[in-house]
């Protein structure tokens, strides 16, 4: 990964910048799917929370002198 971060997608020299179209696409090749997968990933865990009704608030136990515990 310290590899493939470290390769020069967009380059300055002599004051112009050069892109390097083949570096840029496997980047967003690499990067865009496993975003998405973790927005699919939050979506459904968020989605699967709100249907059985866990929820943090609702593991609360009342201890001695009304303390409350997680």
């Known amino acids: 990964m310290k590899t493939f971060m470290s390769t020069n ?7 112009n910048s050069n892109i390097e179209t083949g570096g840029l696409k496997t980047y967003l090749a690499i990067t865009l799917p496993l975003t998405a997968l973790t927005f699919l990933a939050w979506y459904v865990i968020y989605r699967y929370a709100r249907e059985t009704g866990f929820s943090r608030s609702r593991d609360r136990h009342e201890g001695e002198n009304g303390q409350q515990f997680v």
């Not at 997608?9 to 004051?15: A, L, R, W």
């Open 9 to 15: 997608i967009v380059s300055y020299e002599n004051g």
